[in-house]
């Protein structure tokens, strides 16, 4: 079964920055459509950056120019850097997967796999 794990939050001060990791299990995800989402306390989970799979790259308005998502297929891990961050990114940040063509990579419910999430917590 195909299984996600997320890794790499915690609590850091604005204007820091941190590295959240997604391995992902055997599998050729290298043909995976891969994203990062986030749920906000009292908010709705919403679609971060995601990564097609030919490379191509979005990102929400939100954390254009800080956020950056990678995929490195050798080592099946899934990576989100998050620069410059503010208290309103704070959030339980998640990874997903799907195998088939995703056409609104914001929406979650074009992801079939999920991973169980982790705590981003950013302080003023």
Same mark, same amino acid.
């Given at each position: =079964?195909? =299984?996600? #794990?997320?890794?790499?939050?915690?609590?850091? =001060? +604005?204007?820091?920055?941190?590295?959240?990791?997604?391995? *992902?299990? /055997? &599998?050729? *995800?290298?043909?995976?459509? @891969? !994203?990062?989402?986030?749920? +906000?306390?009292? $908010?709705?989970?919403?679609?971060?950056?995601?990564? %097609?799979?030919?490379?191509?790259?979005?990102? +929400? /308005?939100?954390? $254009?120019?800080?956020?950056?998502?990678?995929? %490195?297929?050798?080592?099946?891990?899934?990576?989100? =850097?998050?620069?410059?961050? $503010?208290?309103? %990114?704070? !959030? @339980?940040? &998640?990874?997903? +997967? /799907?195998?088939?063509?995703?056409?609104?990579?914001?929406?979650? *419910?074009? &992801?079939?796999?999920?991973? #169980?999430?982790?705590?981003?917590?950013?302080?003023?």
């Amino acid at each position: =079964q195909v =299984q996600l #794990q997320e890794s790499g939050g915690g609590s850091v =001060q +604005a204007g820091g920055s941190l590295r959240l990791s997604c391995e *992902y299990s /055997d &599998y050729p *995800y290298s043909t995976k459509n @891969m !994203a990062w989402f986030r749920r +906000a306390p009292g $908010k709705e989970r919403e679609g971060v950056a995601a990564v %097609d799979r030919d490379g191509t790259t979005n990102y +929400a /308005d939100s954390v $254009k120019g800080r956020f950056i998502i990678s995929k %490195d297929n050798a080592k099946n891990t899934l990576y989100l =850097q998050m620069n410059s961050l $503010k208290p309103d %990114d704070t !959030a @339980m940040y &998640y990874c997903a +997967a /799907d195998q088939s063509t995703v056409r609104d990579w914001y929406e979650d *419910y074009e &992801y079939r796999i999920w991973g #169980q999430g982790t705590q981003v917590t950013v302080s003023s």
